[in-house]
């Protein structure tokens, strides 16, 4: 099974900083990794896909990058609205699409 | 608009079962890959089960491998979730999930299983 482990784990952060998410594949996966953004009571939300390709309608502040089993989420001015929780999801093994296990960003 | 509305959840005690539905429309149901995630208080996301669209492939997570059983009706542009022999653990609030990556996410119903 493909294990993704993310860091760090807790980051807190001021609006206005840039900011990077890591997420390490026990394995190759290509470039078969999303990044999606969970706030409480309400559902996920995909921001990236592909590794760096930005779902349609997420602002342009969010960014991905990565291929292999090495990658970044990358918010470059956080906004209030952005603190919430993140995770990375592989695609790579069919239909078995394991998440990391989650960074939780907040406001310093 | 793509919509997926899951039902199904509620309180039941150790040992019992649940049946989840997801009710989707705004999307060609019958063409996308779908799953089930699950969300322990306090916890991350975990990915329970995924069903390819013409039902040919089906996998589960090893937390839920012989209990819970997905399925699907193109016809009904709806997704299920059999979850038999609860434990406490899989108390969660449960999503259904739209193609892979997951576009778009119901809004997900709450399972809880205690005495």
């Known amino acids: 099974d493909i294990q993704l482990t993310q860091s760090p784990s807790f980051l807190s952060a001021s609006v206005g900083d840039r900011v990077t998410i890591t997420c390490r594949a026990s394995?190759?996966?290509?470039?078969?990794l999303a990044w999606y953004q969970k706030k409480p009571g309400k559902a996920p939300k995909l921001l990236i896909y592909?590794?760096?390709t930005l779902q349609s309608g997420v602002p342009s502040r969010f960014s991905g990058s990565g291929s292999g089993t090495d990658f970044t989420l990358t918010i470059s001015s956080l906004q209030p609205e952005d603190f919430a929780v993140y995770y990375c999801?592989?695609?790579?093994?069919?239909?078995?699409?394991?998440f990391g296990q989650g960074t939780k960003l907040e406001i310093k | 608009e793509v919509q997926l509305v899951e039902s199904g959840g509620g309180l039941v005690k150790p040992g019992g079962s649940l049946r989840l539905s997801c009710a989707t429309s705004?999307?060609?149901?019958?063409?996308?890959?779908m799953s089930w995630v699950r969300q322990v208080p306090g916890k991350g996301l975990e990915w329970v089960s995924s069903?390819?669209?013409?039902?040919?492939?089906?996998f589960y997570a090893d937390s839920v491998k012989g209990r819970f059983t997905v399925s699907r009706d193109n016809a009904k542009n709806s997704l299920y979730l059999q979850m038999n022999s609860l434990r406490a653990e899989d108390t969660a609030v449960y999503y259904c999930?739209?193609?892979?990556?997951?576009?778009?996410w119901g809004q997900g119903t709450q399972v809880t299983v205690s005495s």
């Open positions: 394995q190759g996966i290509s470039s078969y």
């Open positions: 705004g999307f060609t149901f019958s063409s996308y890959s």
């Open positions: 999930a739209k193609g892979g990556p997951f576009d778009s």
């Open positions: 069903i390819s669209s013409t039902m040919s492939y089906i």
């Open positions: 592909a590794a760096s």
């Open positions: 999801q592989q695609l790579y093994s069919y239909l078995t699409y394991t």
